[in-house]
């Protein structure tokens, strides 16, 4: 009797998607994957449903803002350059001003292996498909996606906000959202309820002295 093969590779990997993606190996039984944005329907079926890969599970999904982080954008370009592959050039095409990762987290517990997958967006459009038609669990992922970083899914059954209320500005794990926020909750003593208000943070004007630094006047 044959026994059955499960390790995965990277080589293998590769050869079961020849044309678009870039996978590395990154551990023990785990993989990262690179590939374009258009193609991410396409990938994960043939992971869900392919014989050598059987990713039946989508553990998670999650991004990632990479605004103001010259390392990352180093990274990008170096990639986007590197020894003028074709596939690089797919990964990142309508990328040029690239700001947005979105990881997809996929196990197979057939041959006990995870596979990152990751995929890039531009900062002007962040949209990309959604993959609810496959897995049932990236409803919620995408949701969550959407609500803190403002990525949109096409086609997903139930686009909403998940964690912040409704009503809520901006998207808070943007790199560009201000720390306080645009809005403030507080009890109206006139309403005798909780109201929503624009954020005021304000501060008397005090002189400033290294010796007494909350003093509020001067001597």
Same mark, same amino acid.
């Not at 014989?51 to 990713?55: F, K, N, P, V, Y």
């Not at 979105?102 to 057939?110: A, E, F, P, Q, W």
């Not at 609810?132 to 919620?140: E, I, Q």
């Not at 403030?184 to 909780?194: I, P």
């Given at each position: 009797?044959?026994?059955?093969?499960t390790?995965?590779?990277?080589?293998?990997?590769?050869?079961?998607?020849?044309?678009?993606?870039?996978?590395?190996?990154?551990?023990?039984?785990?993989?990262?994957? +690179?590939?374009?944005?258009?193609?991410?329907?396409?990938?994960l079926?043939?992971?869900?449903?392919h014989?050598?890969? +059987?990713?039946k599970?989508?553990?998670?999904i999650?991004?990632?803002?990479?605004?103001?982080?010259?390392?990352?954008?180093?990274?990008i370009?170096?990639?986007?350059?590197?020894?003028?592959?074709?596939?690089?050039?797919?990964?990142?095409?309508?990328?040029?001003?690239?700001?947005?990762?979105?990881?997809?987290?996929?196990?197979?517990?057939?041959?006990?292996?995870?596979?990152?997958?990751?995929?890039?967006?531009?900062?002007?459009s962040?949209?990309?498909?959604?993959c609810?038609?496959?897995?049932?669990?990236?409803?919620?992922w995408?949701?969550?996606?959407?609500?803190?970083?403002?990525?949109?899914?096409?086609?997903?059954p139930d686009?909403?906000?998940?964690?912040?209320?409704?009503?809520? +500005?901006?998207?808070?794990?943007?790199?560009?959202?201000?720390?306080?926020?645009?809005t403030?909750?507080?009890?109206?003593?006139?309403?005798?309820?909780?109201v929503?208000?624009?954020?005021?943070?304000? +501060?008397?004007?005090?002189?400033?002295?290294?010796?007494?630094?909350?003093?509020?006047?001067s001597?």
């Open positions: 009797m044959a026994t059955f093969n390790q995965l590779s990277a080589q293998a990997l590769e050869r079961t998607l020849p044309s678009w993606a870039i996978v590395t190996s990154v551990g023990d039984n785990i993989f990262m994957m +690179q590939i374009p944005h258009t193609k991410l329907i396409p990938t079926t043939v992971l869900k449903n014989t050598l890969t +059987q990713c599970t989508m553990v998670d999650t991004a990632t803002d990479w605004l103001g982080r010259p390392e990352d954008n180093f990274s370009n170096n990639m986007k350059s590197w020894k003028n592959d074709l596939r690089i050039s797919r990964i990142f095409e309508n990328t040029s001003d690239t700001r947005f990762c979105v990881i997809y987290n996929l196990l197979s517990t057939r041959y006990r292996s995870r596979i990152i997958v990751k995929t890039f967006l531009p900062k002007d962040p949209t990309i498909e959604s609810t038609s496959l897995f049932n669990s990236a409803n919620w995408e949701r969550e996606a959407w609500d803190m970083y403002g990525i949109t899914f096409t086609n997903h686009l909403r906000r998940l964690l912040t209320d409704y009503g809520f +500005q901006g998207y808070p794990l943007r790199k560009d959202f201000p720390l306080t926020g645009y403030e909750t507080r009890y109206d003593e006139n309403a005798k309820r909780v929503l208000d624009s954020l005021d943070l304000p +501060q008397e004007f005090r002189y400033f002295d290294i010796s007494t630094p909350w003093s509020t006047s001597d």
